[in-house]
């Protein structure tokens, strides 16, 4: 299972960065294009195409940030362009549905699709209904599932998403779980591929140290004490322990 580390261009300083970078080599990396076409050429530079995946940024519009339905083509525009001129393999559509609607969505994707000349990875949320994520296993290789981050997915309806997996599995479709990195549930679950933010969350927001212990990864809180936590310093050791779980996690096949 790919493991793939989101937020690697927060939190640290460019030469701790770099340093961590290159003690710990992770293999899998996402950098979402509302960070920049910067932050994603430096996001790839990491690992190679085959290892790289292009958020479009639908999460941030769908949590706050504002935009009009001009500025959003405009934006579609810029992301097909990246993608073009970097030959981007693996990149998520503009899963917008909750700000524009599932018919613009699918407008955004077709587009996307045409210009660019490969198919992106479109994203399931629970609103289009299971009916729809069938339609998706038919004429898509490699799908997303949404919503888990936000809640809209809720942990008792987990059960919904292992439906979907095993449903997507049997048919030979990869499955990515958008943010989904419960690491003592992740092995219960068929996905192809997950993504996390939570070594850099974790240390920036809650001041969390994490290690992984061979099978999973820990928190726990900081005793700071009267110190005035080091928090570049947090995110790059949480980094370095994560990239131990990804490659524990790449060798687990299904």
Known sequence: MRVYLA?????MTK????????ECNPLYILETFFNGEKKCLEALNIVDNDNFLLDSGAFSYMNGAKVTLKQMNEYVNRYIAFIKKYNIKYFFELDVDSVFGIQQVEVWRNKIENETGRQCIPVWHKGRGVDYWKRLCEQYSY??????????????????IRKLINYAYKRNVKVHGLGFTKTKELH??????????SY?????????????NGEYVSARVLE???KKVKIGELVAHNLKEWVKYQKYMDMRRY
């Open 15 to 22: 030469a701790l960065k770099k340093k961590t970078i290159q």
């Open 224 to 226: 700071k004490g009267n």
């Open 7 to 11: 937020a690697t261009s927060s939190g």
């Open 200 to 212: 850099n969350t974790a240390a920036s927001r809650g001041q969390q140290i994490h290690f992984f």
């Open 188 to 197: 219960k679950y068929k996905f192809y591929s997950v993504d996390s933010s």
């Open 143 to 160: 799908i997303a599932i949404g919503g888990i981050v936000t809640h809209e997915i809720k942990a008792s309806e987990y059960n919904l």
